[in-house]
């Protein structure tokens, strides 16, 4: 039996600035049914940790951020942290960030504006490429419905689940080992897609692939593209917030697409994306934030 054994709280330090709505806007628009929640100023989720289930609640203030973590054992708290840590990318010298992307007189409104805005990470690299396979060329919407699903028909049931926000807690995301055994036709998707998902379970389960760290960015990447029905968008969505790249653009995106004609690039935009590098995974979070903004 799944079962949580401790509390605890705690402030995460952050590198100021941080723009923690579009963070929680962010998380809050991709929450899935019974491992995700999100109310207020709060996010809450599910975790597997390596010594069973837990828990993480953080609360968004002005200066800090709060965790309430749950854990099945006190061994399991400091990777814990690290995966809020990770999630929420409090780690990173924005400031310096910031000063590269605001060369650019494209960029620099839209950053100067939104200020502080984060690549949202993960706490669990597989299941980031579950949820970027299946959010191929489908809305944010429908790719929730769908993750759902998942999560009710292959996720471990947690009894005695927390129950933040009204949203029952009562999941844990399915493993690697669990969707490399599913069958891709009785799987809600296209069975192409669902063929997809099951080869990146596959590969992961068997250790021929980590998407959690560790391993050479272009060789993770390659190994993606290898994959079949791995495109290019797929591979570099994953390697954002799965693997951490700092420096992946998406230029085959629709939303990218939208937000750089808002900002006015047109037949220029390859060459002025160029300079944006090394920070060009920064510089998608503020083409997309344009879109959900005023003029800058």
Known sequence: ??????????????????????????????????????GGDSYARTLRLPS????????????????DLVVSDPTDLPVAVQRCRRLLDLDTDIARVETHLCRDVHLAPWVRR????????????????????VGQQIS?????????????????????????????????????????????????????????????????????MSLDGGIALPTTRRALLDLPGIGPW??????????????????TDLGVRHGLQRMGLGAA???VVQRWSPWRSYAVMHVWQSLEAGPA
């Open 140 to 208: 944010v919407p429908g790719a929730r419905t769908i993750l759902g699903r998942l999560v009710q028909t292959y996720g471990d049931a947690i009894p005695g689940s927390r129950v933040p926000f009204g949203a029952p807690l009562d999941r844990l995301f399915p493993t690697p080992e669990v969707m490399a055994e599913a069958d891709p036709d009785r799987l809600p998707m296209p069975r192409s897609r669902g063929r997809a998902l099951v080869g990146i379970a596959s590969a992961v389960a068997t250790g021929r």
């Open 269 to 271: 935009a390859a060459e």
């Open 1 to 38: 039996m799944l079962t949580f054994a401790g509390r605890t709280s705690m402030s995460l330090e952050v590198q100021q600035p941080y723009r923690a709505a579009s963070m929680l806007q962010f998380l809050g628009r991709r929450a899935v049914a019974g491992i995700e929640a999100v």
């Open 52 to 67: 069973g289930p837990g828990s993480l609640r953080l609360e968004f203030r002005r200066d800090t951020i709060s965790c």
């Open 114 to 133: 939104h200020t502080g805005l984060r690549v949202p990470g993960h706490v669990d690299g597989f299941e980031v490429a579950v949820r970027a396979v």
């Open 234 to 251: 797929t591979a570099d969505y994953i390697a954002l917030r799965a693997l951490g790249d700092r420096d992946v653009f998406l230029g």
